[in-house]
């Protein structure tokens, strides 16, 4: 991560109609140059390629990354991450240019819950109460009461009457997880996250036998099958924490794979195994989606200021309620800690 401060204030954001690489250039040194000339943020998720990740001025979860975007002062936000991500800067942050390398980057969780479909599930439950996961469209945002994600679902859910039925979508893991770590009434949109599915109970189960002692991290979008194995059940900033501070020296990870660059940033003698998917191969549940970032298409979107993320106002105001009603429910921030020295700094 560059860790840069915003300092040029006259954001040029005249777009540059590039439409090939010159195979010559400096492409870190061309990203840096634009990130200047348009004051920029790079924001990234854990999920993105690490080269991506070691070039943004942020990389966090899908909860840091909503408040560093909410908290910008940057003229443009370049997201690095899935669509949901960036509309969700868009939300919070109107007055910003939002880009977004590949506009295709989406998520199985959003695509399994369509606006029409969303809102007569609401219909059909007029007493629940409406929480739904981050990952889905800003339309779904606008018809839901309040916004989660991972990290702050359970303090969230803990605010809510306890009489007070709860809907939840679009995954049905973390929302069966949430429905029995708080023991409350959660009636279950059917979505899945393709990447957290594929893992294998079988030959999880192998490689615990194989590496005896390394503790199991899941992310809660795994199944239940997955999740019963797992010694520590957490957001991507909330597992890594854990490998941070727990003492073990090798650890089983159940998530998307490429955060283990930061876990190796983070800790780096300690020892971290994906887990395995049904064909028994590690590291195979890259994200399709946030592999479409790439560095080029960062590169072209700085230069271009394309493609941009745009929202319909009335979707966008209705959204940002149940949005900033999330913010204002949750935990606050904690610093993910580091046993490398200096690495804190890097990412602040
Ligand atoms: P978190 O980073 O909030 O844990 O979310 C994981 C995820 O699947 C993002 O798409
Ligand atoms: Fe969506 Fe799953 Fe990819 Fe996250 S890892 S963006 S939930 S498909």
Redesign the pocket.
């Known amino acids: 991560m560059t860790g840069q401060t915003m300092t040029n204030t006259t954001a040029d954001l005249t777009p540059l109609n590039i439409t090939e690489i010159d195979p010559f250039i400096d492409l870190k040194a061309e990203i840096e140059r634009l990130r200047k000339k348009r004051n920029a943020v790079i924001l990234a998720h854990f999920?993105q390629d690490p080269e991506i990740q070691d070039i943004a001025d942020f990389v966090g979860d899908s909860l840091d990354l909503s408040r560093k975007a909410a908290n910008t002062d940057a003229d443009v936000i370049a997201f690095c991450g899935?669509r949901f991500m960036a509309e969700t800067a868009k939300i919070l942050s109107p007055e910003k240019t939002v880009i977004l390398p590949d506009m295709e980057a989406g998520?199985?969780?959003?695509d399994s819950c369509q606006p029409d479909e969303f809102k007569a599930f609401r219909e059909e439950h007029p007493d629940h109460i409406s929480l739904t996961y981050i990952?889905c469209s800003a339309e779904v945002k606008a018809l839901s009461d309040i916004i989660v994600t991972s990290s702050n679902a359970e303090a969230i859910i803990s605010q809510i009457p306890r009489d007070q039925p709860i809907l939840f979508a679009p995954?049905k893991y973390l929302g069966g997880y949430l429905a029995k770590k708080s023991g409350r009434d959660m009636t279950l949109w059917q979505g899945t996250?393709?990447?957290?599915e594929q893992f294998s109970e079988r030959e999880l189960i192998k490689l615990k036998a194989e590496t005896p002692g390394a503790p199991i991290a899941a992310h809660p979008?795994c199944p239940d099958h997955i999740l019963r194995h797992a010694d520590h059940v957490g957001s991507t900033s909330s597992i890594l924490n854990y490998v941070v501070e727990d003492p073990a020296d090798t650890f089983i990870i159940a998530t998307?794979p490429h955060i283990i660059h930061q876990m190796q940033m983070r800790a780096p003698n300690k020892t971290f195994i994906g887990a395995p998917a049904n064909d028994g191969e590690c590291n195979c549940n890259n994200?399709?989606?946030?592999e479409l970032n790439t560095l080029d298409k960062l590169y072209l979107a700085l230069a271009n200021m394309a493609p941009q993320i745009e929202v319909d106002e009335d979707i966008r105001v209705r959204a940002l309620d149940s949005v900033q009603r999330m913010l204002d429910m949750s935990p606050a921030a904690k610093p993910i800690p580091t046993t490398k020295p200096g690495a804190d700094e890097a990412a602040a």
Do not use: A, G, K, W
């Open positions: 999920y899935v998520c199985s969780l959003e990952n995954d996250c393709i990447v957290h979008e998307e994200c399709p989606f946030m």
